[in-house]
């Protein structure tokens, strides 16, 4: 029942913090006597000597499910040393691509039924690859068909757009790079810090829910406009796809997810006074090239809207909004004049780092 909600969709959304504990619970252990940090991932026990032994790992997915890969990418590549490359279902099917028995193929999908990662899937098993499934729908034909696999758990998701599976996705994918990253030393720094990070998580994103009322605020000197670019570079490239694709789906508004390292060899052409454009620049590893793109941007007039991490508004904003800009809840909501705004809202946003 959708409760005090609007629509399923919302309540989803608001769901995230539960959501992603139920992912998490029993299999990342922290404490207990030995103090150690653990991942137990039941269905993958028995085949992580296997996929330890991959050629490569090869994502499968669609849409959301295909971004929640992109964001785990990294992650999986930094602690396994394994080549990670990453395949559209359909795309894979298009071309008949390469696919080896020494490959760990993952297939990614809420619904667990989705036909274009189904036939993958069957494509994969022909190769004699080992399939593995990330699904949240238990008993459906991906889980069924997969040689094993993780549940997310993230319990029913009924809104059309995918939203809490999505984040309970890129958990699991983090959950299973650190289990095939084993304990070697050399990773033990880094595999501390992101259990810790994960145990964080559900709190970190109750703070972000509570911009809830900003968001819609924002969302409605947004609405009237034709399109809405999206920024990132890094894990944040996923979100930038992720979002414009939620912007098409639910705002149904043309929007358009951007490398920003690929800002320079094309889309800037699409800068002006008038394209609302968000970047992403929380603290990681792009950072400072992040804050090179919003200088840039704004040299071109851009209209910018920044999300950045917690303490970060003068870093991300310094030097650019010395000139005309107003920020948007002082220049529009209150006189109304939503086109001839120059936005430059800044928020507070944090993601797994
Ligand atoms: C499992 C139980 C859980 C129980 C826990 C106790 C199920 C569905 N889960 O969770 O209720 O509390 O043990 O230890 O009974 N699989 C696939 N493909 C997929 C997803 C999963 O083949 O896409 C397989 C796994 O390899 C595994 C089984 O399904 O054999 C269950 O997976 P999962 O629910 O993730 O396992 P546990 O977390 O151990
Ligand atoms: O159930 P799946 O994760 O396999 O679905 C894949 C896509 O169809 C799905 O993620 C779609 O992109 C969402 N509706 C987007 O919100």
Redesign the pocket.
């Not at 991932?41 to 993958?44: D, K, T």
């Given at each position: 029942h959708k409760g005090n909600h609007e629509h399923y969709m919302q309540k989803e959304i608001h769901e995230q913090p539960e959501s992603l504990t139920t992912t998490m619970r029993?299999?990342l252990i922290r404490g207990g006597t030995c103090k150690a940090k653990t991942v137990l991932?039941?269905?993958?026990k028995d085949h992580l000597k296997t996929i330890r032994r991959s050629w490569r790992i090869v994502f499968i997915g669609c849409g959301t499910s295909y971004n929640a890969a992109l964001a785990a990418r990294p992650i999986l590549e930094k602690l396994s040393g394994i080549l990670v490359t990453m395949e559209i279902a359909s795309d894979l099917l298009d071309r008949q691509g390469p696919m080896y028995r020494e490959d760990t193929a993952v297939f990614v999908s809420q619904s667990?039924e989705t036909a274009d990662t189904l036939h993958a899937l069957e494509y994969a098993l022909q190769n004699a690859a080992l399939c593995v499934?990330?699904?949240n729908t238990?008993g459906s034909a991906?889980?069924r068909k997969?040689?094993?696999?993780?549940?997310i758990?993230a319990g029913a998701e009924i809104g059309v757009a995918s939203t809490k599976a999505y984040t309970s996705q890129i958990v699991v994918m983090a959950m299973l790079a650190l289990a095939i990253g084993g304990d070697a030393i050399s990773n033990q720094a880094r595999r501390e810090a992101i259990i810790d990070c994960l145990f964080d998580l559900p709190n970190k994103v109750r703070d972000m829910l509570k911009l809830d009322q900003e968001m819609k605020d924002l969302a409605k000197l947004l609405i009237a406009e034709q399109s809405l670019l999206m920024f990132g570079r890094g894990y944040n490239y996923a979100t930038a796809l992720e979002r414009s694709l939620k912007v098409k789906e639910v705002a149904l508004m043309h929007s358009e997810g951007i490398l920003a390292g690929e800002m320079k060899h094309g889309p800037l052409a699409l800068v002006d006074e008038s394209l609302p454009i968000v970047v992403i620049a929380t603290r990681d590893a792009c950072f400072s090239k992040q804050q090179s793109v919003i200088q840039q941007l704004h040299a071109r007039k851009g209209r910018l809207i920044v999300m950045c991490s917690s303490g970060d508004a003068t870093a991300v904003s310094r030097q650019k909004y010395s000139g005309s800009a107003k920020t948007w809840h002082k220049g529009s909501l209150k006189c109304q004049k939503l086109q001839k705004v120059h936005l430059s809202a800044t928020f507070q946003k944090k993601w797994i780092t």
């Open positions: 029993g299999r991932l039941g269905g993958l667990g499934g990330i699904t238990v991906i889980a997969t040689h094993c696999g993780v549940h758990n």
